[in-house]
């Protein structure tokens, strides 16, 4: 891995994970990662290589033979016809022979997916940069791990295709078999990035496609995470590929042997759906410390409630860096179930303020108590943020008056 802060590790109960190799600051990037693999949406907004949003571009280039790819430029056509789980002539090929008839989008995204897989795995039998490629992705937590969904359809429609394709030129490779494609789609299931794009002007939020990451895709779950990713998928002066690199900085201090966590979903998500969504979604039970202690909240106090009474710890006048700093500090490392007021302040602190939005803040620079938020890009100084504390201990006070 091309990092020195993170290392590798077997996790009792959660398969592998990351962990800090040392003492990690605030703020620090603690890995940069690029895609084995992107699968994009191919609606014709996105690059079809690189995601990059293709509106307001005027090099565009798209597919001629099979119609379904469009490039943001012929740099990034040539690119994807060179890659094996891009678009290579085997790849052009098949998806050109797609029956697609009566699928959703989300099918067929998938179908396509298991049509770069299925190149890239043809394609290791004898190119040695597909070979690492692929060990990356055999590497992946897939079927074995989780109620791998139906997955015979996709099969039937992916050999049919690939069959009639005669792929002459993959020569030594051999397709998919059910079992394989049943563990494809589990990995981009279990492991895949939605990669979004900038909210449109009603607020929606559209995703340019699915990406695995060889380090990224093997970062674990907890609903206080201690790292966030930030991504560049439009930066003007980033080149393909490197502008699809996903980049995880460490929300606040870390000891050596800490794991890193991300959360799997916006932080503002309520303790029943994010129950659901680990089980059905990831096939896990979450019982992070923040679970634990929402489990024993009543039904209707969510987790965003930030207002509400019984959340929120009132004692005392402390100033109100002092107050974070007490609240914060309540859960101890190790400790099993996080304190309420810590989850309050927690969510005060990393959900990004703006309506409607919910990405994540993230220190700018190491040891910065600047925020940007992952998603909309505002920014948040220390100041800001004592006093947005300092507003919701007042409404607090008042409620509980
Ligand atoms: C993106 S992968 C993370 C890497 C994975 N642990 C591995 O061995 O490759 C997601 C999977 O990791 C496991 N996982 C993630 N967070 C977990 C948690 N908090 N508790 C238990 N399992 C977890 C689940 O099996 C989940 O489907």
């Known amino acids: 891995m091309q990092t020195d802060a993170a290392v590798v590790v077997d996790i009792p109960g959660r398969g592998k994970g990351l962990k800090a190799a040392r003492k990690i600051t605030s703020g620090e990037s603690i890995l940069s990662d690029l895609p084995i693999l992107i699968a994009p949406n191919d609606d014709g907004e996105f690059c079809s290589a690189c995601l990059r949003t293709l509106a307001g571009r005027n090099d565009t280039v798209a597919c ?5 790819a469009t490039f943001c430029s012929s740099n990034c056509e040539r690119l994807a016809r060179q890659d094996p789980a891009g678009h290579s002539p085997a790849v052009c090929r098949v998806l050109a022979r797609l029956d697609t008839h009566g699928l959703s989008a989300e099918s067929i995204a998938t179908l396509h997916f298991l049509v770069q897989a299925q190149a890239l795995f043809m394609a290791s039998a004898h190119e040695d940069t597909a070979r690492g490629r692929w060990a990356a992705f055999a590497g992946l937590t897939g079927a074995a791990d ?21 792929l002459p ?6 397709p998919f078999t059910p079992e394989e494609v049943a563990d494809a789609v589990a990995k981009e299931e279990l492991n895949g990035y939605g990669i979004m794009a900038p909210s449109g002007p009603e607020g929606e939020r559209n995703i340019r496609g699915t990406a695995l990451y060889p380090n990224a895709s093997l970062i674990n779950h907890e609903c206080l995470p201690n790292v966030a ?10 080149q393909a590929p490197n502008n699809t690199a996903v980049h995880f900085k460490a929300l606040h201090d870390l000891p050596a042997g800490e794991e890193f966590t991300q959360s799997y979903f916006p932080l503002h998500v309520s303790y029943p759906m994010r129950q659901q969504r680990c089980q059905e979604q990831y096939g896990f039970k979450c019982s992070c410390p923040r679970c634990k202690e929402e489990s024993t909240w009543p039904e209707d106090d969510e987790a965003d409630d930030l207002g509400e ?3 929120m710890e009132t004692e005392g006048e402390a100033e109100p860096a002092a107050r974070e700093a007490e609240m914060m500090g309540d859960a101890e490392e190790g400790e099993e179930r996080a304190d309420a007021g810590y989850i309050q302040v927690f969510l005060l602190k ?14 700018t620079q190491p040891g910065s108590s600047v925020q940007e938020c992952n998603m909309c890009g505002c920014q948040r100084t220390e100041a800001q943020f004592l006093a947005d504390l300092e507003a919701a201990h007042s409404q607090d006070t008042m409620a509980a008056a």
Do not use: I, W
Request: glycine share 6%; with cysteine.
């Open 64 to 68: 001629r033979d099979c119609g379904q």
């Open 146 to 166: 989780s109620k791998a969904r139906d997955s015979s359809d996709l099969f039937r429609r992916l050999s049919t295709a690939t069959f009639s394709a005669q």
């Open 169 to 174: 030129h993959m020569a030594g490779g051999r």
């Open 229 to 238: 990713r930030t991504d560049n998928f439009d930066a003007p002066d980033v």
């Open 309 to 311: 009474e019984d959340t």
């Open 350 to 363: 990393y959900v990004c303020p703006q309506a409607d939005c919910f990405g994540t803040l993230v220190p």
